[in-house]
């Protein structure tokens, strides 16, 4: 029987690279992401669900990284902000949030365009309210959300046009 | 130097601060750490008011990697914390200390602190800190009568700390020449500023060189530098602060809390770095709260609508102590609630009233959002007693476009408040235009005779921007043509780099992209006000072009390549005043209660847009706020001041679905006057005149002229008010 | 805001999920989707010593249609309605309930099975299988019982469910295609659980209804039907007059809940609209 402090060996496969860490059961994933495999762009807004700033993919699905546990993400793949662009060019959606002025703080930043990118991946061709009532799942207290959602669908159109030609 | 002339002033520029925040580079407080760190965990009381007998802390220390557990009695040499602005005599005893001494006075207030090695254990251990608390009757309505502060230890200490009165004109002759007086009870609902980043700091101190640094910090770390040197008996200069990114600012953040001298003396003493990390929970019962006002307004008026005088007497819940702002918000309050009219006689009397609340300080708009919600309802219910329509009362109060610059006959924040510019009737006329104002007031109509319960309303505002003394701004190019622009600022989100970079790139003519901006350092240039009261674009933007134009000189008839350095201030006395109006269409729903709003528009005379993306970002960020203050966030307490709102399921931000789309009608049609740019500041523009766009349009939607007398207009409340059967 | 520390046992089989609950007494839970445990985790109002997760127990994970019922496994998740998961009425239902729960990031994690387990009173998953007459399969090593919805929610947060007990599988009936359903929710803001809702189903002959089934759930402690609106509705015409008299008779049925954002008159009032507009819903466009 383990003790509750006991560490568990875990295996997190974020943005295509392993990091083999040893976390007590109680580690959400967003702390393992930020403390033991140091990538802080996933941000804590809330802990308990509502802000959406801790939005990751898993499996290629948006979900909260503070209402899931490090271990139940072993093995599994998980796609953070940092990986979005890679050292590459930005992402259609970083350049569409840029160019729109979808971002003050920024602090929101990482959960949207990971809300957004799960979504655009899965259902390119969403209509606009499909997308609106989507993005209605994370909160952000400076832009008032107007360019965020023109980002967004400016990112659509681009990753779609890319599409096209590809 | 350039290629040929670019214009930066006034371009939509996109931001330089992007690329960082997009890619996951953002450093906020919770992203910082260094090695060896210790976690500090806050314990709060869990009760409202009462005599603090004990802390036991016995079995907190006991847990296995529990560094330290901290009471009163370990901080008991550090003074309270001291008010920054709007210092008036007398407040002293309200001020809190950095961990509770005698008495607990709110739901939250720090009572101990745990220092341990891992932040889940620092939870773990504040479980086992049980603090003996004597409970006391609660009192949470600043309308109440005043009563003891802290009975036993400081008694005859009222609960009223201050009366802050402002007056001119002779009101009793207004009274006296009134065709009608016209009175009016209303208030604004507690909320604040919630920004996304919870606070958080990591203070660290290097033996080696004696230095403590605090990064983490915001909106004024200059100035709380010096205040933590104070608290902590050191010397200014050994003394950093530092601020990397910020998840927010809105008024709340960036103040000197308890939390912040905590961190910085636990690191001194324990010799370790130590990192705080806010929850939300503690958030919104520990970070400053605002508004929580009530107002009783008499007007004075003639048979046109025009007010002969203005008597106001307010009611400012302060929480339990007076924090950094002092009476900034009841000052605010007082001196700007005259507005853009004439109101030729007035008394404003302010009571500043502790009760067992969160403390409360300033959000976007202090006193603005408040006051404006106040006199427009006033001008509305004035309308309403003469049977006149609103808008053309407020023509007739308006201050004319010759009676600039307008001397409103009081000050604040230390200065007096003289309007240096606008034309109020013109924007105006500009709304009604835009908004094809006849049109909408007829389709309006034909919605409600076809059973729809819609309305309109709006709401005009004096803004105030631009607060000095002074700015410095200093600026260098080296070898490679490379440029640096280093500010007293503070970034609180709100894309200064990319202002600041667009002025230098203006004035000295080199490609945007070479210049960098360095801001919220204590230890890159020794002064710096910060950011706060909407002041960063007038201040320090006329402080970069100054030393923009000190470089210029220097570099006049040198060799191309020749590094040089140049510094710059820009000093006022008196604040500039942006106006705007906002309007609201709003639809009811009978059966629900809730109100949704269809359209909203704010009208505003920036002076001079540095950049008008931004300008337009900070308006439509600012009224979502507003919509936000006006129909959904409350902080509510029960009878014994246990907070009811303690989380996001509770504090209900709007999300995307809740709001319209906002449209900015923004003007240049008034210059600043009292800087070389013309700027004014576009901070609070959104937000202030939200409260009271929205009440006029529910009252015009259940066509009940008056019936919003409080905001929030919840549900709940609206249900009362429509008295629906049941 | 960091859990309580606990143990981790993830089994990988509905018997050794079983023998753990059997032995794991009263401070082992169950985590499914976790999207209400692990925020009242995080606030430590809920601080389990052992957590079991039925994440691996594959066998759990299945959505089916069979024999009249919609077969919904312990791991089959909110989104998994996102589109109809069974054809008629009822399927159609679903989906748009679903939309009403939380948000899309927790409708990935979020179980239907948990929702019903957790019996939050604004659940719209208790409600609809409060509505609908669904069947609660409990299984623990002493075997498995079947609880009838109307059984099952006791209070908030409360169920007939035994601690050694798992939830394996909730059915629904498939409605066949005479019965016409809505839906109807009042919340603060998109996704916040509900202060009050309606679920419908009415099983319409030439206009006029023939059996009625009327949940309200976010009013009282737990979703019930509410027989006095069923009654007046039954034998009555689809018109608006039958609508705003069932309305009514459960204005006058329930005793609201009050907290912070509904007393119990304004949550009356509420339950009189959603229940009126569920049954608009129902047979808007229906031409009956
Ligand atoms: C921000 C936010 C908003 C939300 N809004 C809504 C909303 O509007 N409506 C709504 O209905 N829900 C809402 N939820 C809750 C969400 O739907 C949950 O997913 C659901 O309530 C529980 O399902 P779960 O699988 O996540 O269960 P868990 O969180 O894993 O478990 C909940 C409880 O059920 C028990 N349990 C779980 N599965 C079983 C089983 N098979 N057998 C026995 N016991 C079991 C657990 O032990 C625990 O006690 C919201 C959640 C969040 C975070
Ligand atoms: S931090 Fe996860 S939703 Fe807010
Ligand atoms: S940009 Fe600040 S919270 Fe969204």
Not at chain 2, 167 to 189: I, P, S
Not at chain 2, 329 to 340: Q, R
Request: overall charge negative; charged content about 25%; proline content about 6%.
């Amino acid at each position: 029987m383990t003790s509750p402090h006991d560490k568990l060996a875990v295996t997190l496969a974020v943005n295509g690279r392993d990091y083999r860490i040893a976390v007590e059961p109680r580690r959400s994933l967003a702390d393992a992401l930020r403390e033991d495999c140091g990538l802080t762009g996933t941000h804590l807004g809330c802990e308990h669900g509502y802000c959406g700033a801790c939005t990751v993919l898993v499996d290629g699905v948006p979900v909260r990284a503070c209402l899931m546990l490090a271990v139940q993400a072993h093995g599994r793949p998980i796609r953070t902000v940092e990986g979005l662009a890679g050292d590459g060019p930005l992402h259609p959606l970083q350049e569409a949030f840029r160019d729109e002025h979808g971002l003050q703080c920024g602090f929101c930043t990482p959960g949207f365009l990971m809300l957004a990118a799960g979504v655009l991946e899965r259902e390119p061709d969403i209509g606009d309210e499909a997308l609106r009532e989507i993005l209605s799942a994370n909160l952000c207290r400076c832009t008032g959300y107007q360019n965020i959602v023109k980002a967004v669908r400016a990112a659509a159109r681009r990753i779609k046009e890319a599409a096209g030609r590809g | 130097m350039a290629d040929g002339p670019t214009r930066y002033i006034g371009m939509p520029h996109k931001r330089l601060e992007d690329r960082t925040l997009l890619t996951g580079g953002g450093r906020f407080a919770a992203d910082l750490s260094a090695p060896g760190q210790l976690h500090m965990r806050v314990v709060r009381s869990p009760v409202a008011f009462g005599r603090l007998r004990s802390v036991d802390v016995r079995e907190a220390r006991r847990l296995p990697g529990v560094v330290a557990v901290w009471t009163f009695a370990d901080v008991e040499r550090i003074p309270p914390i001291q008010i920054r602005l709007t210092k008036i005599g007398g407040l002293e005893p309200y001020q809190q200390t950095v961990l509770a001494r005698d008495y607990v006075r709110y739901v939250g207030d720090p009572v101990a602190a745990v220092f341990a090695e891992d932040p889940y254990v620092a939870e773990d251990a504040a479980e086992l800190v049980f603090p003996e608390i004597e409970e006391l009757p609660a009192c949470i309505s600043a309308t109440e009568p005043p009563r003891e502060f802290m009975p036993e230890t400081l008694p005859g200490v009222s609960s009223e700390a201050a009366c802050v009165t402002k007056a001119y004109g002779d009101l009793d002759a207004a009274f006296a020449a009134a065709h009608e007086v016209v009175e009016l009870e209303v208030a604004v609902g507690r909320h604040t500023g919630v920004p996304l980043e919870t606070r958080g700091a990591l203070a660290e101190f290097d033996p080696a060189k004696g230095t403590l640094t605090m990064r983490g910090a915001a909106k004024v770390p200059h100035y709380n530098r010096g205040q933590v040197a104070r608290m902590l008996d050191m010397p200014d200069e050994m003394v950093h602060l530092i601020q990397g990114h910020v998840g927010g600012g809105f008024g709340v953040r960036g103040e000197l809390y308890p939390e912040d001298v905590l961190v910085c003396h636990a690191a001194l003493r324990l010799k370790r770095p130590v990192k705080w990390v806010e929850d939300r929970q503690e958030h919104l019962m520990a970070a400053n709260h605002s508004r929580d006002q009530s107002y009783r307004l008499r007007a004075a008026v003639d048979a046109r609508g025009f007010i002969l005088g203005l008597q106001a007497e307010v009611f400012s819940d302060q929480g339990g102590y007076v924090r950094t702002h002092g009476v900034t918000v009841p000052d605010l309050s007082a001196a700007m609630l005259p507005g853009p009219y004439l109101v030729p006689a007035y008394r404003a009397d302010v009571h500043v009233r502790l009760t067992n609340k969160t403390p409360a300080g300033t959000y976007r708009a202090p006193g603005r959002y408040e006051s404006t919600f106040a006199r427009e309802r006033l001008l509305d219910a004035i309308a309403h007693a003469l049977g006149r329509d609103p808008v053309e009362v407020r023509r007739v109060n308006l201050i004319p476009r010759d009676r600039m610059p307008f001397d409103r006959g009081v000050d604040t924040l230390g200065t007096r408040v003289v309007y240096d510019s606008g034309d109020y009737a013109l924007l105006l006329d500009k709304l009604l235009a835009y908004l094809d104002y006849d049109r909408l007031k007829q389709a309006l109509a034909a919605r409600r005779a076809a059973g729809e319960h819609v309305g309109f309303g709006l709401g005009y505002f004096v803004e105030k921007s631009g607060l000095g003394p002074a700015d410095k701004a200093v600026i260098s190019i080296d070898a490679e043509g490379m440029v640096e622009v280093v500010t007293g600022a503070a970034s609180i989100g709100q894309g200064i780099e990319t202002a600041m970079a667009q002025i230098c790139a203006e004035v000295l003519e080199v490609p945007i992209e070479r210049i960098r901006v360095v801001h919220g350092r204590t230890d890159r240039i020794d002064y710096g006000m910060g950011a706060f009261a909407s002041r960063v674009t007038v201040m320090t933007g006329c402080a970069v072009k100054a030393a923009a134009e000190a470089l210029l000189e220097k570099l006049a008839g040198a060799q191309v390549g020749t590094p040089a350095s140049a510094e710059g201030w820009f000093r006022a006395d008196h604040m500039t005043y942006p106006y705007g109006i906002h309007a609201a269409v709003v639809r009811v729903d009978p059966g629900t209660c809730a109100v949704h709003v269809e359209r909203f528009v704010v009208a505003y005379d920036i002076g001079r847009a540095v950049n008008p993306m931004l300008v337009e970002g900070q308006i439509v960020g600012g009224a979502v706020q507003g919509i936000g203050g006006a129909l959904f966030e409350e902080f509510v307490y029960d009878a014994n001041g246990q907070p009811l709102v303690t989380t996001f399921g509770d504090y209900l931000m709007p999300t995307l679905a809740e709001v319209p789309p906002v449209e900015a009608l923004v003007t240049e049609d008034a210059p600043a006057t009292q800087n070389p740019l013309g700027v004014k500041g576009a901070g609070e523009a959104g937000i202030n005149g939200a409260g009271a766009a929205i009440a006029a349009a529910v009252d015009d939607a259940l066509g009940r002229p008056g019936a919003v007398t409080r905001l929030p207009v919840t549900p709940i409340r609206l249900h009362r008010l429509l008295g629906e059967r049941d | 805001m960091k859990p309580a520390p606990f143990s981790y046992h993830a089994p990988s089989t509905l018997d050794a999920m079983l023998a753990l609950l059997a032995e794991g007494g009263e401070d082992g839970k169950v985590i499914a989707g976790g999207q209400s445990l692990v925020p009242m985790m995080n606030f430590r109002l809920a601080r389990p010593a052992r957590l079991f997760d039925l994440n691996g127990v594959a066998e759990l994970d299945f959505l089916r249609a069979e024999g009249g019922w919609l077969r919904i496994g312990a791991l089959a998740r909110h989104a998994a309605f996102h589109r109809p998961p069974c054809g008629g009425p009822t399927g159609a239902l679903l989906a748009e309930v679903v939309r009403h729960i939380a948000h899309y990031p927790i409708r990935q994690r979020g179980t239907f099975a948990g929702s019903i387990a957790h019996a939050d009173p604004a659940s719209e998953w208790c409600l609809v299988a409060a509505t609908l007459g669904a069947e609660i399969v409990a299984r623990s090593r002493a075997g498995e019982r079947r609880i009838g919805a109307g059984d099952f929610f006791l209070a908030s947060l409360s169920t007939a469910l035994r601690p050694d007990e798992l939830i394996v599988e909730v059915r629904l009936p498939i409605l066949d295609a005479g019965w016409r359903t809505g839906f109807c929710e009042f919340s603060r803001r998109v996704g916040d659980f509900g202060i009050a809702m309606t679920a419908v189903a009415l099983r319409v002959e030439s206009g006029v209804v023939r059996e009625a089934r009327i949940g309200v759930g976010g009013v009282e402690d737990h979703p019930a039907r509410q027989p006095a609106a069923e009654q007046a509705l039954v034998g009555q015409p689809v018109a608006a007059r039958a609508f705003a008299a069932a309305a009514d008779a459960v204005a006058g049925a329930v005793r609201p809940m009050e907290d912070l954002h509904a007393d119990a008159a304004y949550r009356r009032h509420l339950a009189r609209t959603t229940t009126r507009r569920a049954l608009e819903q129902a047979c808007a466009g229906s031409g009956s």
